[in-house]
């Protein structure tokens, strides 16, 4: 009895055995006001003069990371227009709460660590502090991303 109680086990043991392997990429994510944020959806679209704009989704919210080129360089936050973040929740009602750098309005970086010309795909880090544009009561003055990462995230070409 002992022997078939234990070839029972076994055989549940090795039947119960599952491999449940999940990857995430592409991936955009990162710490929102120090509570984890990740994108549903997230691409990003090369124009012509070569300035690379990164778009992250979540029900009603959109992430736009925008900088001048795909270079594995660091790109300041809060020195131009051509390098910028706006953050834009959607309440609702319907009203809009945008946040967003631009010169000599919040601070941070995006660091592009890889571009991969082959697969189209981009990799990196970002952070940073964006102000409410229209200093919108329901929302506080700023919006902080630490910690933020964005992993082979598919790159297009815009069509012009």
């Known amino acids: 009895m002992k022997k078939y109680f234990l070839f029972i ?7 119960s055995c ?6 995430n990429n592409p991936s955009l994510q990162g710490l929102k006001d120090n509570v984890f944020w990740r ?3 997230s691409k990003a679209t090369l124009a012509s003069d070569g300035s690379l704009l990164i778009e992250a989704y979540i029900k009603n919210e959109i992430l736009s990371l925008k900088i001048t080129s795909t270079q594995a360089q660091t790109y300041f936050l809060g020195t131009s227009e051509s390098k910028k973040v706006t953050y ?3 309440d609702a009602t319907g009203d809009t709460i945008t946040f967003s750098t631009g010169f000599g309005i919040g601070d941070g970086q995006i660091v592009v ?3 991969d010309d082959i697969n189209k795909t981009i990799s990196g880090t970002f952070k940073f502090n964006a102000e409410n544009t229209y200093n919108n009561p329901l929302a506080g003055p700023l919006v902080n991303f630490q910690q933020g990462v964005f992993y082979k995230v598919p790159v297009s070409s815009l069509i012009q």
Request: avoid cysteine; hydrophobic fraction near 55%; glycine fraction near 0%.
């Open 113 to 115: 660590t890889e571009y």
């Open 18 to 23: 599952e491999e449940d392997v999940r990857f």
């Open 88 to 90: 834009v929740i959607t």
């Open 39 to 41: 994108a549903v959806e």
């Open 9 to 15: 086990v076994v055989i549940f043991s090795l039947v």
